[in-house]
């Protein structure tokens, strides 16, 4: 399974970014697909989820910011962020729950994107 992710970058406060992820390679069913960040020093945080039925789910801090939404056919979540902080600088991880037949499943991570915001 690969899990490839782009968007990221240097970006001035206030400023927006649109970051992709998509997911390959996998068989089964990918369900909830999120995105996660790691700032320096601290503990990587959920920042947005979105299942396959497009339940969605934000980060208290990136409400109304921040937009997720997925495309099925192509196994792809973006990521709308706008109206950028500084506290929004860290590494932005891709996330897939992947399960199939039998009750297997997998959870995927990406290798991560980085997004510096400038003051």
């Known amino acids: 399974v690969e899990v490839v992710e782009s968007g990221g970058g240097l970006v001035q406060a206030g400023g927006s970014l649109r970051l992709s992820c998509t997911v390959t390679?996998?068989?089964?069913?990918?369900?909830?697909m999120g995105w996660y960040r790691q700032a320096p020093g601290k503990q990587r945080e959920m920042v947005a989820t979105?299942?396959?039925?497009?339940?969605?789910h934000y980060e208290d801090s990136v409400k109304g910011r921040f937009a997720i939404s997925r495309d099925n056919a192509k196994n792809t979540v973006y990521l709308q962020v706008n109206n950028l902080k500084s506290e929004d600088t860290a590494v932005y991880y891709c996330?897939?729950?992947?399960?199939?037949?039998?009750?297997?499943?997998?959870?995927?991570w990406g290798q991560g994107t980085q997004v510096t915001v400038s003051s």
């Open positions: 996330n897939a729950k992947i399960s199939g037949a039998r009750g297997w499943s997998l959870e995927v």
């Open positions: 390679g996998h068989q089964g069913s990918i369900n909830d």
């Open positions: 979105i299942s396959i039925g497009d339940d969605r």
